[in-house]
């Protein structure tokens, strides 16, 4: 259920934009159009703005202003921005598992993977290129291929947004391929440093994939960075079993 606080806090920037252009607030246009964005709670610019275009209003009218005028100026990413720190309060994140968004890894079992994982020594860019393969194969936005890694680099694969059992969730992703992880397990120094950039979109999630396994604590240690930010679900451990499952359904392994 949704707080006053929340509601308040997009209707006053609503009816900010409202007053400064003199119109009237007619109806109370800014506190209904506000609970329908909180009940949406739209992760885009295009989300939000279908469900501006769609919501039946007089408010228009009243002010003798077109509709597409005031979807032009619309302050989209203070609302989003508004939107992004009060999700965590209005509901808890499920978590989820690899399989909850390749659905098809199913078909390999666990004891099968395991005897897999001594083949995981393949090129970090060639694991990275085939998840935007099959995450843009499943209606993944920004599934944008990278030809080689730079300074600018925020992730692996930077803030995407794809449906998960019938919602939109955000997501990046770490990968760390074998021989970019020194030992015979990933330490918290190899990963802590990436995850905190690949969360600097704030995402729903982020997909840590490892072809090696985590040392003791690592896990841990990452499910309070998460809780600590607001979102105990946010890291989506692949483990090498896990890696392994996704590369011998897609026929890499």
Same mark, same amino acid.
């Given at each position: ?8 806090? &997009? ?81 808890? &994140? ?160």
């Amino acid at each position: 259920m949704m707080s006053d606080k929340n509601i308040i806090a &997009l209707q006053d920037e609503i009816l900010e934009y409202i007053i400064n252009h003199k119109w009237g607030d007619y109806e109370n246009y800014g506190q209904n159009i506000s609970k329908k964005i909180l009940d949406s709670n739209p992760r885009n610019i295009d989300k939000l703005k279908d469900i501006l275009e769609k919501y039946k209003t007089n408010f228009f009218e009243f002010n003798e202003i077109p509709k597409h005028i005031f979807l032009k100026y619309f302050p989209y990413e203070t609302i989003l921005k508004i939107l992004s720190e009060i999700q965590y309060t209005n509901e808890e &994140l499920p978590a989820l598992k690899l399989e909850d968004i390749f659905s098809e890894i199913k078909d390999v079992n666990y004891k099968e993977a395991e005897k897999l994982t001594n083949l995981l020594d393949i090129p970090e860019r060639q694991i990275q290129d085939l998840l935007r393969i099959s995450l843009r194969e499943k209606g993944a936005t920004n599934m944008v291929q990278r030809k080689s890694d730079t300074s600018l680099e925020i992730a692996d694969l930077e803030d995407f947004t794809l449906k998960i059992k019938g919602k939109d969730y955000s997501f990046t992703s770490v990968v760390k391929g074998y021989r970019s992880l020194k030992k015979k397990t990933a330490t918290l120094a190899e990963l802590m440093h990436q995850v905190v950039k690949a969360n600097i979109t704030n995402p729903d999630y982020i997909l840590l994939v490892l072809a090696k396994p985590p040392v003791d604590g690592v896990i841990s240690y990452l499910t309070r960075y998460g809780k600590d930010i607001g979102n105990r679900n946010l890291i989506i451990l692949v483990d090498p079993v896990e890696l392994a499952r996704f590369l011998r359904c897609k026929k890499v392994i």
